[in-house]
């Protein structure tokens, strides 16, 4: 895993290697942890099922901007309430630049537009199966900007996996109106809320499943404070097992370590998949506990957690809700589970 807090936050690569992806993820709690929220735009989406087959397949000429997706996801109480998972060609990927930066990236009628430490997320979709269309404005201002920690966080190793913490600590404003598709003069549920949120980016130059044998990661927030954990192994013959925790808060790196030992109570989900119900992370200043217990997203091969955190740290306790996830790659190369991974996509030609 490279991390890279150098350059532009929000840069869009042109990347056309076959396998590689893209994403933009942003999520956040609320305040009285009672609305979760997880939005995804990726313009080369690495577990879209069609990309898979045409990898697996070995096709020739792929385009990645082929697979863009975004994704909405609205929990009440770890419950999901609403969502809504678009697929688009590359035809309907634009971006606007504004003095050699992206200014918007605009997927479909879906759009991040950035402007200094903003950022504004603009859902426009409706819920595949119940018919309700959402919309969805989400308002971030960044209290941690990437450049404060680049000669601290920068990470260069041996391969093609990269992490940029774009803005890892944001507060965030939350406006969502869902109203019943088939008539528009319905009245809307509106739902308005704010919280802590989080801002990252991942992108690659092959495909996950190549060498990454399993990918875990977490975020915890307190105020200006924040933590985030990595745990990534990869194929003996590709790179070493990837460690890493690092507390920020307002400009400053109060830690970057790698000397850490991960505790696992594993279970397993309806598919087989194993997953960390507890974690405990150790580190010579830091004992962080993970309690895994309410699920957002569960499938064959991904699960995340809205989970509760409890850290020991310069001898101050802190406790509250975060979020982690387990990734396993190499099970996207099971065909099986393609249908499931479709069942709510909406498919834009």
């Not at 690569?13 to 994403?23: A, E």
């Not at 096709?59 to 975004?70: C, E, G, K, M, Y």
């Amino acid at each position: 895993m490279n991390i890279n807090a150098d350059g532009d936050p929000h840069e869009f690569k042109i990347l056309k290697s076959k396998g590689s992806y893209q994403w933009w993820y942003f999520d956040g709690i609320d305040f009285s942890s009672t609305y979760s929220f997880v939005i995804i735009f990726s313009t080369s989406f690495p577990f879209s099922p069609a990309y898979l087959k045409n990898l697996i397949n070995d096709a020739q000429n792929i385009n990645p901007l082929d697979f863009a997706r975004v994704s909405f996801k609205l929990f009440k109480h770890g419950k999901l309430m609403h969502q809504s998972v678009q697929e688009f060609i590359s035809g309907t990927i634009n971006i606007v630049k504004r003095n050699d930066h992206i200014a918007s990236l605009n997927i479909g009628r879906n759009s991040i537009n950035f402007n200094g430490n903003k950022v504004s997320l603009k859902i426009r979709s409706f819920e595949k199966w119940a018919k309700r269309s959402i919309d969805a404005d989400i308002d971030m201002t960044i209290n941690s900007p990437q450049e404060f920690f680049s000669n601290e966080c920068n990470i260069n190793s041996p391969n093609s996996h990269y992490w940029s913490p774009a803005g890892i600590n944001t507060d965030y404003v939350a406006k969502i109106k869902i109203r019943r598709a088939e008539n528009q003069f319905s009245p809307r549920k509106k739902i308005i809320f704010e919280g802590n949120g989080y801002y990252d980016r991942n992108w690659g130059t092959e495909a996950v499943f190549d060498n990454i044998l399993n990918w875990k990661r977490g975020r915890f927030i307190e105020k200006d404070l924040t933590l985030v954990f990595f745990d990534t192994t990869y194929r003996k013959d590709y790179a070493k097992q990837f460690k890493r925790i690092i507390i920020t808060k307002g400009k400053d790196v109060l830690l970057n370590e790698s000397d850490i030992e991960f505790e696992y109570q594993n279970s397993k989900n309806l598919w087989g998949l194993a997953y960390p119900s507890k974690i405990i992370i150790k580190g010579k200043k830091i004992i962080v506990k993970v309690s895994n217990n309410i699920k957002l997203y569960n499938s064959p091969f991904r699960i995340k957690f809205q989970s509760e955190f409890e850290v020991e740290f310069n001898d101050s306790n802190l406790n509250g809700m975060g979020i982690s996830e387990l990734i396993n790659p190499k099970l996207l190369k099971r065909k099986w589970m393609y249908p499931l991974l479709n069942f709510n996509v909406i498919k834009h030609s």
